[in-house]
């Protein structure tokens, strides 16, 4: 019975690391469609949700099958409820990938400002998504905190973006458009940095059993 589950664990764990690779070829192909304004690779961005969708749903059926077929242990029930949680913000990362895409569709024109800093925000976003599904994977705690850490990071390079956006818009109104929509991708970019962190958070959870409040202090006094 136990030699099953395991099974059935490994099989939870490669279709975790599936839907990762998902997410992160949404986010990468919204940016690069941004990069480039290309509005056909956008259309398929948003089209590409579909697939993410459908894997969080084959996931949330494996641990509820998990659960009402087999005999999990403390350990277990906290790893398959970090599971189901994860899930379902790895869906959302792949709703704001599509988010930035739909946004793209409605640029115009020539960049008001360059791109640098929005760049910087989605290579850390990215990397955060990938280190916590890793780090979920391979049960490797340090890590999760490394990526709960890195959340600053990406709130450090929105500040700096929405303050050059809005010194844009103050100096030229005209631009204003383009900068409020530019501002928009970047807060979608925050938010997938918050659920990566999110992510982070229940690998904590499933490893130690601590919740968000206590896995805080753990993070940042580097105590455990």
């Given amino acids: 019975m136990r030699s099953r589950f395991d099974e059935q664990?490994?099989?939870l764990n490669s279709l975790l690391v599936d839907m990762g690779c998902l997410v992160e070829t949404s986010i990468s192909m919204a940016i690069q469609s941004l990069k480039t304004q290309d509005t056909e690779l956008a259309k398929k961005t948003i089209e590409y949700d579909h697939e993410i969708n459908q894997a969080e749903k084959d996931i949330e059926d494996l641990?509820?099958?998990l659960l009402l077929h087999q005999q999990p242990i403390a350990s277990d029930l906290r790893l398959i409820s970090a599971a189901l949680k994860m899930i379902?913000?790895?869906e959302r990362i792949g709703d704001q990938s599509?988010?930035?895409a739909e946004t793209v569709l409605m640029l115009d024109?020539?960049?008001v400002k360059d791109l640098v800093h929005i760049l910087q925000m989605?290579?850390?976003s990215i990397k955060m998504v990938n280190d916590s599904v890793d780090a979920f994977i391979k049960k490797d705690l340090?890590?999760?905190k490394e990526v709960i850490r890195s959340d600053d990071i990406v709130d450090n390079l929105f500040d700096i973006v929405k303050a050059e956006l809005i010194e844009i818009i103050r100096k030229n109104s005209e631009t204003g458009g383009q900068a409020i929509d530019l501002m928009i991708i970047t807060k979608y970019l925050e938010r997938i940095a918050d659920h990566a962190c999110n992510v982070a958070e229940w690998v904590v959870f499933s490893i130690t059993g601590k919740h968000k409040s206590e896995i805080q202090k753990m993070v940042y006094d580097n105590k455990e």
Wanted: net charge negative; proline share 5%.
């Fill in 9 to 11: 664990l490994n099989t």
């Fill in 63 to 65: 641990c509820l099958k």
């Fill in 88 to 90: 379902t913000d790895l």
């Fill in 98 to 100: 599509a988010d930035i």
């Fill in 109 to 111: 024109g020539p960049f």
């Fill in 122 to 124: 989605a290579d850390a």
């Fill in 142 to 144: 340090e890590l999760a």
